[in-house]
């Protein structure tokens, strides 16, 4: 079978999985975490569409979690299933950031490509912050300058409450060769970032915001 969970969705498991396990944990109301769950794996569910047979019996486990460690092995095993983010090569990157010289490809040893939605890195010879990210079924590249300054905020990618940080963005404007600069508060840590979505939408609006 082929890998069917993309990263954002294999976020969502893991939090609405953990929603079942602390219902579980905090609440003797069996009626309460049987509704708890119900809604956890309608949430899951609403997140796949055509989902093969092969597929709903590889997600059926979800159905039995009642504690972390029945947890932790579900989600070892469908961790096999997530599609990664594609390894970047230098290639790659000159080929998304033309205009960019010198810029090198990021350090991808240490990223888990399982749980990376998007692909965020610093390159200190321009002072910039370049980005991948999916969009529709390609990858769009995104670039601009993320202060160092930071505060407790919304981040536009994840739309979690995080350290945040200021990314501005020259986009080209309507008239050829001018720019006009657009900023979006985003998450400091793009790992925090990363694990934080499990929808897609508001990395698609910032795309479009930047674009
Ligand atoms: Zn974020």
Partial sequence: ????????????IKQQLKTIVYAKDSSTDLN?????????LERI??????LTDDQKNTLEPIHHIS???EMETCLYSLKKQVIPFPKISQQMVEKAFPKAKKLKAPAMENIDLRETVYLRWYDKGSNKTYMLAPNEEKLVSLQGFLEPTQHKGICSICNGLEEVSLFTAERKGRIRGTYSKSGNYICKDSEVCNQNISTLEHLYF???HIK
Avoid: C, S, T
């Fill in 1 to 12: 079978m082929h890998e069917f969970i993309y990263p954002h969705q294999f976020h969502l």
């Fill in 32 to 40: 309460v975490v049987e509704a708890v769950r119900e809604m956890a």
């Fill in 45 to 50: 569910y609403n997140a796949f569409i055509n």
């Fill in 67 to 69: 504690n972390k460690e």
């Fill in 206 to 208: 910032f795309i479009d």
